[in-house]
């Protein structure tokens, strides 16, 4: 990406077809396509790029098999169509995922999940719009044979055991084996804003909406807060794209709490808990029961186990989302019982929460049946904002907006996104060896970089320190802190270990142990690239402590051991 002083100075001195507010996958996804079919786009995030939901989902790319039982299937379809056009377009960073629904004690697999699984899989073949209607275009982007996975299947308990290893003890007897795709969700929205970029978009984070600029009653651009320098400055756009997610009825509130058929947020808080692969074994993901019906997935990530989500009304703060106690004890405990296993918080070793931008749809039901569509609305303003839906379904909500553009403005300029490539793969045994990068690291680079592993490794190669790891354990390089730097607008010790890569959550309890070096290695390594006075290394590193412990990130700090 365009170093962030350079993306400032283009911000006011151009004047933009589309100013985006917001950072998130949304955000992102609008700025590829609106700068791909030919607007001039500015995009302004107020904290770092995914801070918001976008980096605190369940990592999962998928048609959401629970939202069957709520007979979703518009949703549930569109989704899985996205999935296997992710999958094709950014395979580096989507990767299919194994998933297990085990049987115990000689019973049949539930016949129930049987009949929605084969839904699932119908409904995820692109042939079935074609024949519904001839005159339907197919999905763009996708062909017959592009979704080379099996169907799901019945599997032996053998099988169910060696894909589930935490579950040996229970001896399954049987299950469903299915499929969906997994994903890094902030680095896929570093990977789209990456493409924005390439078509010419202009990003910046740190940079607060606080209204709109006005030019006779329209909105013709935005203010902002330079929340680095503290300067004010404008970004003239013609249009205004509001994707701010849970925030989006923050923006402008009297204009849009004055119109009735606007759609309410409600807010709703997921918790997920990350636990080591030795003390919960996962080499596929499960769909673990956790009461009262509901379920939630225990999934191996980036080398952890990722358990998630709860799914409760939220009305706290948005800038710092913490996990609560009961949440963490409610995932430990399904855990437990599912996998007999007698983990404790001491066991976590990182928690992080997030909040879905739901949309009411008026009654008071629980957040779980509110829907995850998208929602597209205009105001008086002519501001356009695009909210809810899924990670799943960024480039769908995109289409939408950056669609209501086109029409706005009679061009003739189809949306390209389903042709677009994010990012290209590389196998992490063709990328150039480095002395002294353990070997372990390629793997981990080539599937969050893809072919910008190369790049990442010129970085590594500058100096001896930057080919260690963060962390003795986990893959993670010390140079990967100077490319996020130099190349991503990565601001802070957290914007690295939170979001560039994802130590924050898979090591959250070790980064926040006082005694830990490697928020300061972090520090030290920023500081030479932007040319910190050992004073501010200091303060970055306590900046890093505070904003660890608002965040929740240990899971078992000692507050948390305290309230219980
Ligand atoms: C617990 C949980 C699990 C989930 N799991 C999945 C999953 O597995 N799969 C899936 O498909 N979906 C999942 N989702 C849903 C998905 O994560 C969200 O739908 C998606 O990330 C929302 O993206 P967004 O860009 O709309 O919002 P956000 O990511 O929140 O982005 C909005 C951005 O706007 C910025 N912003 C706000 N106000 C301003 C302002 N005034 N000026 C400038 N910027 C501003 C914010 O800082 C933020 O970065 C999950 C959600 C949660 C909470």
């Known amino acids: 990406m365009r170093k962030r002083a350079e993306a400032l100075q283009a911000l006011v001195d151009e004047t933009f077809d589309v100013v985006v507010i917001g950072g998130g996958i949304t955000g992102a996804g609008v700025a590829l396509d609106a700068a791909s079919r030919g607007f001039s786009v500015a995009l302004v995030e107020q904290a770092d790029f995914a801070s918001g939901t976008s980096s605190r989902s369940s990592k999962l790319v998928h048609g959401g098999l629970r939202y069957l039982q709520n007979f979703d299937l518009g949703l549930v379809r569109e989704a899985l169509l996205e999935r296997q056009l992710l999958v094709k377009l950014a395979p580096h960073i989507v990767r299919p995922l194994k998933l297990v629904v085990p049987a115990f004690g000689g019973a049949r697999p539930d016949l129930i999940t049987g009949i929605g699984l084969n839904m699932y899989d119908v409904m995820s073949t692109p042939r079935l719009v074609a024949r519904r209607s001839s005159r339907r275009a197919a999905t763009p982007g996708l062909e017959e044979g592009d979704w080379s996975w099996a169907r799901h299947r019945v599997i032996s308990g053998e099988e169910a055991a060696s894909l589930l290893p935490a579950l040996a003890g229970r001896n399954p007897t049987g299950g469903y084996l299915f499929y969906d795709c997994q994903t890094d969700d902030a680095r896929l929205v570093l990977t789209v804003l990456a493409e924005a970029e390439r078509f010419g978009a202009v990003c910046a ?19 902002v807060l330079d929340r680095e320098g503290g300067e004010e400055l404008t970004v003239r756009a013609a249009n205004v794209v509001n994707a701010t997610g849970v925030w989006a009825d923050r923006i402008r509130p009297e204009e849009l709490h004055s119109e009735a058929e606007v759609p309410v947020i409600r807010p709703s808080r997921g918790t997920h808990i990350t636990l080591a692969h030795a003390d919960l074994p996962l080499v596929a993901g499960a769909i673990v029961p956790a009461g009262e019906g509901r379920t939630i997935f225990a999934l191996p990530w980036l080398g952890r186990s990722l358990i998630g989500t709860t799914d409760n009304n939220y009305d706290g703060p948005l800038d710092h989302v913490s996990p609560p106690a009961e949440d963490v004890d409610y995932l430990l405990d399904a855990v437990n019982s599912f996998f007999a296993s007698t983990l404790t918080v001491r ?33 008086s303003s002519g501001m356009i904002t695009i909210t809810g839906g899924k990670l799943t379904t960024w480039r769908r909500m995109a289409k939408m907006a950056v669609d209501a553009l086109v029409e706005r403005e009679g061009r003739y300029a189809p949306c390209r996104t389903a042709e677009i490539p994010l990012g290209q793969i590389i196998e ?43 962390l003795p354990a986990l893959p993670d ?3 990967e802190a100077v490319y996020a730097a ?16 994802r130590l924050g959550l898979l090591a959250g309890a070790e980064l926040s142990d006082p005694h830990c070096a490697a928020p300061r290695r972090v ?31 240990a899971g078992t700090g000692a507050a948390m051991e305290g309230a219980r």
């Open 428 to 470: 992490s045994d063709r990328l150039s060896r480095v002395l002294g990068v353990p070997e372990g690291s390629y793997e981990a680079l080539a599937q969050r970089y893809g072919h910008d592993a190369e790049k990442v490794l010129a970085v590594v190669a500058e100096r001896a320190e930057l080919a260690t790891p963060i």
């Open 523 to 553: 520090a030290e390594v920023l500081g030479w690239e932007f040319g910190w006075e050992p004073a501010r290394v200091d303060d970055e590193v306590a900046a890093f402590r505070a904003e660890a412990a608002a965040e929740g990130i």
């Open 477 to 479: 390089l010390l140079g």
């Open 347 to 379: 066991n976590l070793t990182g928690a992080f929460a997030g909040v879905r931008p739901l949309i009411s749809t008026g009654d008071s039901r629980k957040s779980v049946d509110i829907s995850r569509k998208a929602e597209l609305y205009e105001t």
């Open 486 to 501: 130099r190349y991503e607008q990565a601001r802070t010790v957290f914007d690295v270990l939170a979001r560039r890569t």
């Open 205 to 223: 984070n740190r940079l607060e909406v606080h209204e709109l600029a006005h030019q006779q009653g329209r909105a013709a651009g935005v203010r």
